[in-house]
């Protein structure tokens, strides 16, 4: 066995790091630490104040109930569906394998609430899919609302969240448990069962965990599609209620945060990666199951790509044809988007760069305390810290000129987004060897020379990678975006929406096709070019 | 080999002979194995020894029912596994297999990983009770000597004790034939002798027939009754290790099984036929050879194949003319003589020159250079030390040593 020392936490603090002072090596992440948890505090602190809870448990336990109902229906399906492809994808001889496993994971850059919208458009009477279910002479649902739609709709924007990870499980899964089940007497089928799926399981389970996450988080899809989970709630009574809002954005923020812990706790007990085999699994031949294979692939990316983006794409032109849009007034908000996605994710990554250098190469009660506070920063529903951050600053007489300004706006984005650089950039660190620092610091005395010379160029890809993980989630985002604004400012999210509330489904066509392509480039550049997924 | 049923106190197992006829394994139309036939006794151990890409575990796996050869019948006891219009899945072969890495299912315990082949239903035609599979799977941990560690996960072993855990999950069902597919190459240096010396007493004790492959020619030779030389694809010898070493069919097998000298000379005039030179006989020709180390005898084969290359690169080349002293060149014939390093002795005088010297302790070897400018190495237990730089002679001190024609 090719022995690679990993070298531990402890061994990679060099004699030198300890010239830091004591203050400045836990004052940092202390008050990254307070920062990133400070919206999630007030918003339990101020439903505690106002007795919240007690007060709106009547109106909150359906809603509850309904999230609930949801996000276990939108995870189980996504799971199902996730493990289902990954394993076409990986271990048979499905015709086209490259090709789908590309295509498969592509309704991943498209909003929730932009597939919502596009379904409800389409089904609209001039949209794609009223006027082919017209053409072969069906009625098109009058109405696309509800759990069931709700159920759809999120489920197809979501199980790559489950596909990914577990096509990552497959690939380096040693081809030789398998054959090793099989010398022991057990057939193709048991062998599945009884050593195949329980490796696959902390992957199924981590990924059916961030869809049940994003299903209890989601605000965009729900309120497009009428369906009345926590979310909403929050979102209607805002101005209205707002001990209500309080009360249910309580439980949705605690609902996450539980889901989180429980994730973690499961990635915690995940089998550490074994190298791949040398000799590649030989595929599994389908043989007549081909063809019901690829139908289910088929439908799959149609109704999570093909379809929306046809029905988006026809109203887009349309408006394009009879002159109601045109890409000039998009050019403000692409740029305002491009612009708040980059900055939020060069100030995430400042942010928790020092973490990340904290939680690997001095960990401390302090440097972990940062660490939980940024992945818990995940963990927050994006309306709950947008209602968070408005209210505080609204109602904070020193924080009012803050209200609806962009650094506030990023600064959300930060501490939603910020957990997404620090994997990239614990990795970043971790490939600065203690050992080369070291020989860095026999050889260059100047430290800011070795920082540019040496460490930076070693770390450059991982920061990069988790900046663009930033700036792809950004570009999506929708709920801090509507709240936090300043007035006039529009991104393509917010333009999204406004067209749409206005039943403009021309311009929210365009301006969704413009979204899925900056966000297509970036998951290109990002995901799919870098990793295995595509290569056999 | 001890092929009378015997039984270890730990399980009884019957050995069954393995037959490989005629097997042509491809990848996508290219042939890794080519045409094999192959017999292992029943309760031997052997080894399949090659460089990597010979086909051995291609061979292994078609044994193992992983690979289906695309020409050729396995036979394991007296019931064909894979030929035309036959193919036994590789479950219902009753052949076990350690694989390189040990293959343990890391989510179950020792103890779970050993009971894995045996809950499996209707191998030997019964399911054994639990009762009986605790027993089962407490003996094959002891047989590997882990007892205590059956509750512990296989993340949390070393490599040598999940090799063990591996050998004694595959022992466990009592398989007819053990496979082990470069068992030891992912251990580090030390650990693998200690690992090897561990499994060969097991296998000798169990008597299980044993295939194994290796790239690696001690421990082919340590743990192998019997070892089959592969390369590209066919076997080039099957012989006892002192076969191969001592009487190597081809320069290859010589150059692959230990270090060798290829020193040039002249086949004197009274080729004797001394050892019967009949075309019919086993024996090749035999006689003495004129070369720089002297007259060595020597026993002739046919050229070698012509498409198997010369051995393998540490092998020394030499290059000796005839000796000037023996005109009776119209006569002679040139031939390449195998020499073994420990067959070299050295003298004093000033025939060669000590170019490198490696100190082994129990050994010691030469590097010379000799008159023509040829290299020679050699390798002597002798207490006189030689320094590089030093001149000596050197003498072929040997039995019969095998020749062919240059």
Redesign the interface.
Known sequence: ?P?VTTTGAAAMSGVWDRRISPVARHLVPIAIAVVFSGPAAFVLWRTFRLGALSESLDEIIDPLWRTIQLAVLVSATAAVIGTGLAWLTTRTDLPGRRFWRVVLILPLVLPSFVGAAAFIAGLAPGGIIHDALESIGIDAPRRFRGLGAAWLVLTAFTYPYVLLPVTARFANL?A??D?????????ST?TFLR?TL??LRPAILGGSLLVFLYTVSDFGAVQLLGYDTLTRVVYATRQTNRALSFAAASVVLILALAVVALERSQRGAA??D?RATVRPMRPIRLGWRAMPALLACTVVAGIGLVVPVASLGTWAQRGLAEGRIGFGELIDPTISTASVSVIAAVVAVGVVLPVAIATTRRPSPSSQAAAVAVIGGFAIPGLVLALALAVLTLNTPALSRWYQTLPVLIGAYVIHFGSQALASSESAVRAVPANLRESGRLLEPRRGRRWFHVDLPLMRPGLVAGGGLVMLATLKELPATLLLSPIGFSTLATEIWASYEEGFYAATGLASLVLIMLSALLTWALVLRRSDVIRS | MASTPHTPQVATRHAAEVALDGVTVSYDGVEAVSDVSLVVPGGSITALLGPSGCGKTSLLRAIAGLERPTAGTVTVGDRPVSGPGTWVHPERRHVGMVFQDGALFPHLTVAQNVDFGLRAAGRHGRRLGRSERTDRVRDALELVDLAGLGDRLPDTLSGGQQQRVALARSLAPQPAVLLLDEPFSALDATLRVQVRAEVADILREVEVTTVFVTHDQDEAFVLGDRVAVLHEGRIEQVGTPDDLYRRPATPWVAGFVGEANFVQGLLGAALADDGGTEHGGDAPPTGHAATLLGSVPVSLHERSDAETPMPPEEAPHTEIAAPAENPTADEAAAISVLVRPEHVSLHPGRCALVTNVEYYGHDVRYELELKDGSTLAARTTSSHLYARGDRVCVRYEGEMAEAWPA
């Open positions: 066995m022995t040693p030789n448990l054959e090793s089940a099989r010398m022991l007497g057990l057939s048991a050593v329980p490796q089998q550490p074994r």
